[in-house]
């Protein structure tokens, strides 16, 4: 099925792209293994790198635990608020993308496995050594 999608998609020259914002832990202050949890910043600029590459043919489809959030943070008209009907449904749709743009956790990694592609991580996952955050990163290059 996502090879179909895949093709069907590539005719029509769209390249999606998943996104997952991880925001369970996120508060005021809040830090993981020491370091800060990354923001809308992060998501922001990762969106805009892959709109340098594949220009107007790129379509954003975001998963979150905190879906009110994303809807305050994130609202150009290519970004499409699809996810949190159900954690499997999620991964699903993540899964189907071309690429992927992911915050931390196990989730999101799934999601980047499943989808191929380029995978977009934060730059500090390479500093929660032995994680499957980390390991998973370096393992497959992503950047």
């Known amino acids: 099925t996502q090879l179909l999608l895949h093709k069907s998609v590539d005719k029509l020259g769209m390249v999606f792209v998943g996104v997952h914002v991880r ?17 809308e ?3 922001l600029t990762g969106m805009d790198h ?3 590459k594949y ?9 979150s635990d905190s879906m009110d959030w994303c809807r305050d943070k994130f609202t150009a008209e290519d970004v499409y608020l699809i996810g949190g009907i159900s954690p499997a449904e999620d991964l699903a749709l993540l899964a ?7 915050s931390y956790g196990s989730f999101g990694l799934w999601a ?14 390479l500093l929660y050594k032995g994680t499957s955050s980390e390991t998973t990163a370096t393992q497959f290059g992503w950047t």
């Not at 005021?28 to 923001?39: L, Q, S």
Request: with cysteine; aromatic share 16%.
């Open 96 to 102: 189907a993308c071309n690429h992927s743009l992911v």
């Open 50 to 52: 892959y709109r340098k």
């Open 112 to 125: 980047g496995l499943f989808a191929g592609g380029e995978v977009i991580v934060p730059h500090s996952i």
């Open 23 to 39: 925001r369970t832990e996120d508060f005021a202050g809040y830090k993981r293994f020491g370091h800060p949890m990354v923001d």
């Open 41 to 43: 910043k992060y998501f």
């Open 55 to 63: 220009g107007g043919s790129c379509v954003f489809i975001l998963a």
